[in-house]
């Protein structure tokens, strides 16, 4: 915050401003710290009250489109009693957020090979005006020459990618077109069913063990990633061995429904990315994995080390 902002002193306003943005509860720590640093005090109640009220308009299905549809990461912050509804929402305007950032990608592709062409057929017209210049010296006819080949030798190749972006800008057109026309069908599908209930239990795990600052997911295929606090132990809940130490990153792998037999419950795996404590870098080698199981209600129900068939 800015020393204006904390003189200003509009704490309802801050918190309401973060709970609509979908913020951890330590935004309010970060604000508290800055305004200290300009010798102005906080205020915890207003704030909370603020936030309690931005989680209100936030933790709903339209809150949730509207979150996803901007491409927000969210951090499990509704709690489980308002998650569904957000969940669902928020799934449904993600889906189509990434159909468009694909299609904002290819269109980009495109532009740039057209940038290239054109840059190109720029080229030989200048070279062209050079060579045809009678008072061009001999080293500016030189590079002239030297400019044309060039521009000739690549420009076919930039007009084929031309073709290939054209190709595949039209391919993300009617990717996004399909995405849009199929989202009512879509969130009353098998997948949409299991991948809000599958970042529903990753965000219960993280409420539910200390170990875990808070789940989040990436946005392709709605994987969660957890991260684990520095020093933070995640134990067998029956052997007691521990399967992971942070710091790192515990990312979802693998979900599946146990039959009877099995015990009747929901289980996760996780891969564990441990972290550097120095700099925070995360491993890209997973060291290990484990675990998680779920009552069929989605509670969590315990931790057990090892890798799930």
């Given amino acids: 915050m800015s020393e204006k902002e904390c003189l200003a002193g509009d704490w309802y306003g801050a918190g309401f401003a973060d709970g609509a943005d979908g913020k951890l509860e330590r935004a309010f720590e970060e604000r508290a710290l800055a ?43 509704c709690g489980r009693d308002r998650e569904e509804d957000f969940l669902s929402g928020y799934i449904s305007g993600q889906r189509i957020y990434m159909a468009q950032a694909a299609r904002d990608a290819a269109k980009s592709a495109y532009d740039s090979a057209v940038s290239r062409a054109d840059s190109y057929r720029y080229d030989i017209r200048r070279a062209r005006k050079k060579l045809d210049d009678p008072d061009a010296t001999e080293k500016e006819i030189k590079n002239a020459r030297e400019d044309l080949d060039d521009a000739r030798e690549r420009l076919p190749d930039a007009e084929r990618d031309i073709d290939a972006a054209l190709y595949e800008l039209g391919r993300a057109d009617e990717a996004l077109e399909q995405t849009i026309g199929s989202s009512g069908a879509w969130a009353q599908s098998r997948e949409f069913a299991a991948i809000r209930a599958g970042l529903g239990e990753a965000h219960e795990f993280a409420r539910a063990h200390p170990a875990i600052d808070f789940c989040a997911d990436d946005f392709d295929g709605f994987y969660a990633r957890c991260e ?22 515990a990312r979802f792998l693998t979900r599946s429904v146990l039959g009877p037999g099995e015990g009747g419950r929901i289980r996760h795996h996780y891969q564990f990315f441990p972290a550097d404590p120095e700099n925070g870098r995360t491993s890209r080698r997973p060291v290990g994995g484990f675990d998680v199981f779920f009552a069929m209600n989605g509670d969590y129900e315990g931790l057990a080390c090892g890798v799930a068939p």
């Avoid at 067998?236 to 992971?244: F, K, Q, V």
């Fill in 35 to 77: 305004c200290h640093e300009h010798e102005v005090g906080a205020d915890e109640r207003a704030y909370e009250a603020g936030r309690l009220a931005g989680l209100d308009r936030l933790c709903t299905d339209p809150g949730g489109y509207d979150f996803g549809r901007a491409g927000k990461t969210y951090f499990g912050v």
């Fill in 228 to 249: 684990v606090l520095y020093s933070a132990r995640l134990p067998d809940s029956e052997t007691g061995e521990i399967c992971a130490v942070g710091p790192g990153e």
